[in-house]
């Protein structure tokens, strides 16, 4: 693993460093903005005086760290392959390139020392799951991994009821972050109730209390989307629906599911999902800067 030298600084002097995902560059926006995305992200976290450390595979090698150009490789080279924890090894033996979704960053990001990571989405258990069986895998690696992950929620891609009672069922710890309603990305609202958290700080103390009790699972920090850019729930569930239809109809399914889900909803929308993906991305980065420096 290479770690890159302002990151393991950070590291080494136990000062607040934020991990952040890959796959979201490779499989969640289009390209050039995917980029340009990813570089603003980094900025607010660096804004907050905490240290970035975007996380990938490049060419079999796993890198804590990205530098701007690898940023931009993995933005716009062709084929890049979308990791949960299982395909590192495969990657890395390989020598492929590979973008880490939230189950493979967070397993990463602790493997380097890092507990702070941000994210827009996580995944979850999907519509039709009682069929299908997909449930992502990132809600077992949260279960897994002694991590702080901060999301807007969950697109309603998602059976959100469902993604709610499998976290509770392994045992990962979710909370509003000044809310005690689960957000659903675009909106602020779902109707599903979580226990609330009114500042970093407290994410921090209860990061503390987990520790000396030794639970060992993730706390998903659910940070809803500033409500200067929500989007209204009526229109969001028709882009929606009209995604995960489209996909019902060409049979895509698997590995493939969500990142079609994400680029059609863009599509549909006429780029505004693209433009609230944006805002609530860079307001997680910024509550996790926070949290981390609350931390120390
Ligand atoms: N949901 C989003 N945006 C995303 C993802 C999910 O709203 O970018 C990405 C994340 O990287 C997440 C992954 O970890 O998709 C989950 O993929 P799957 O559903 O195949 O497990
Ligand atoms: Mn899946």
Redesign the pocket.
């Known amino acids: 693993m290479i770690i890159r030298k302002d990151v393991l600084n950070a590291i080494k002097k136990d000062t607040p460093i934020v991990a952040l ?1 890959s ?2 560059i490779a ?2 926006m289009p390209y050039p903005k995917n980029v340009e995305i990813a570089l603003e992200v980094e900025e607010e976290v660096r804004k907050e005086g905490a240290v970035p450390a975007t996380i990938a595979v490049i060419k079999g090698e796993i890198i804590v760290g990205l530098t701007r150009e690898e940023i931009e490789y993995i933005g716009k080279t062709k084929g890049v392959m979308k990791l ?1 924890t299982r395909e590192i090894s495969y990657c890395v033996a390989m020598k492929k390139d590979g973008a880490t ?3 493979a960053t967070s397993y990463l990001a602790k493997l380097a020392g890092i507990s702070v990571f941000a ?5 979850g258990v999907h519509r039709g799951a009682s069929e299908t069986f997909d449930i ?3 809600l077992d690696e949260l279960s897994q991994t002694n991590i702080i992950v901060v999301s807007a929620g ?2 309603s891609i998602l059976d959100l009821p469902k993604t709610l009672e499998y976290l509770e069922t392994k045992g990962v710890l979710v909370v509003g972050f000044g809310t005690d309603e689960f957000p659903a ?1 675009y909106t602020r609202k779902s109707g599903l109730t979580v226990p609330k958290v009114q500042s970093e700080i407290d994410i921090a103390r209860i990061y503390t209390e987990k520790n000396k009790i030794g639970v060992k699972s993730a706390i998903l920090v659910a940070n809803p989307i500033p409500q200067e850019y929500e989007i209204e729930k009526s229109i969001v569930d028709k882009w929606i629906d009209q995604a995960v239809e489209e996909a019902d109809e060409r049979g895509i399914k698997g ?1 493939a ?2 990142p079609f889900l ?1 680029s059609r909803i863009v599509e549909i929308s006429g780029g505004k999902a693209l433009s609230a993906n944006i805002e609530l991305v860079k307001n997680n980065a910024h509550v996790a800067a926070r949290i981390a420096k609350a931390m120390h």
């Open positions: 995902e796959t979201i499989h969640g949960s979704t939230v189950s994210t827009g989405g996580i995944g992502s895998r990132d969950a697109k990305f590995k599911l969500t994400l």
